[in-house]
């Protein structure tokens, strides 16, 4: 257990988390971040540095509380289909089943998306034998909606490797899309209603405002990875990392599978390369969780989850949060 967390501050500092996907259940936070590990290895494009074994859930009564780390939740030596890097997590609960959905290379080292199952919303998790079929890339994010149905957003290019699936099959040295052409989106799919399968699947379209789809050189707006979705007031907000412009920024849409409507920034860069959130709302208040290198002294896979108040304009419009470390 650790100290009551504070704004912009690491909420621990025993770990390295990052990727944080918070969630309210059982009237408690719950928050499931990437484990970061420390190791003298090369740090490139394609996400080598990033090798975490394994995941600790954190959860809090509420900001005035301390954070617990309730210990190893998952470990990839528990799951049959995983070769190395568990990278951002996220979880969700239906069926009374608490469901923690993650991305890992597969023994051929391609990513592919997993789930595991527990009772409890801290785990442990008990991974299914095999990955959900037809998943592929990084980054998942599951959003329960109103109605009960779910639906898994995932997608990161360059080391998450969505471009190489542009044909449906993986094509080791596919490169994206040209400057010129529409950027690639993240991948929406239905989950079934046990939450362990696909039942459609596609591709998002970003768009600006006039309707056309945001382009692959547009590198200020377009997605590259960490997609998020939340609801407020009617609308489904999809919130992503523009990756090498190393801005968190989101598009608004009134239909879960889109075309999602770009808008703005959310967060300015953080210390780090690497920039990956979550929104969730907290009693009364809207609170996103992020990450950056601050506490490391900025080493791109030493990572710690932050969390800072989020606001809303009139129009539902989002505030732009100025980073400071
Ligand atoms: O933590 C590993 C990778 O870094 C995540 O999957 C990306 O979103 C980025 O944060």
Request: aromatic residues 14%; hydrophobic residues 30%; charged residues 25%.
């Amino acid at each position: 257990m650790t100290n009551t967390p504070k704004p912009n501050e690491p909420i621990v500092k025993h770990i390295f988390t990052a990727d944080p996907s918070a969630h309210v259940f059982e009237g408690k936070l719950y928050i499931y971040p990437s484990h970061d590990l420390d190791h003298d290895g090369p740090d490139n494009d394609n996400g080598d540095q990033y090798k975490m074994e394994d995941y600790h859930v954190l959860s809090m009564d509420d900001f005035n509380s301390p954070v617990v780390d309730h210990g190893e939740a998952l470990h990839v030596k528990d799951v049959p289909w995983a070769s190395k890097q568990m990278w951002a997590p996220d979880a969700a609960f239906k069926n009374d089943t608490y469901y923690l959905f993650f991305p890992a290379r597969d023994h051929d080292g391609i990513f592919r998306i997993g789930v595991a199952t527990s009772k409890r919303p801290e785990g442990p998790f008990k991974a299914e034998e095999n990955y959900i079929p037809g998943s592929y890339s990084i980054d998942p994010a599951v959003f329960v909606d109103d109605d009960n149905r779910a639906y898994c957003y995932f997608g990161g290019l360059w080391g998450g490797q969505l471009e190489k699936w542009q044909t449906g099959t993986f094509v080791e040295d596919a490169e994206g899309p040209a400057e010129s052409e529409p950027a690639l989106g993240p991948i929406v799919a239905e989950l079934s209603d046990d939450m362990l399968t696909f039942k459609s699947k596609k591709e998002i379209s970003i768009v600006d405002e006039n309707g056309n789809p945001l382009l692959a050189g547009d590198t200020e707006r377009r997605f590259f990875e960490g997609p998020w979705v939340h609801k407020y007031n009617g609308y489904y907000y999809l919130s992503y990392s523009t990756g090498d412009t190393h801005t968190l920024v989101y598009a608004m849409s009134k239909n879960p599978e889109g075309p999602f409507e770009f808008k703005g920034k959310i967060l300015t860069p953080v210390i780090g390369w690497t920039t990956h959130h979550s929104i969730v709302q907290f009693e009364d208040k809207w609170y996103l969780f992020y990450h950056d290198a601050s506490l490391s002294g900025g080493v791109n896979h030493k990572r710690s989850v932050k969390f800072t108040e989020l606001k809303y304009n009139e129009d539902g419009t989002i505030q732009t949060i100025e980073y400071k470390a």
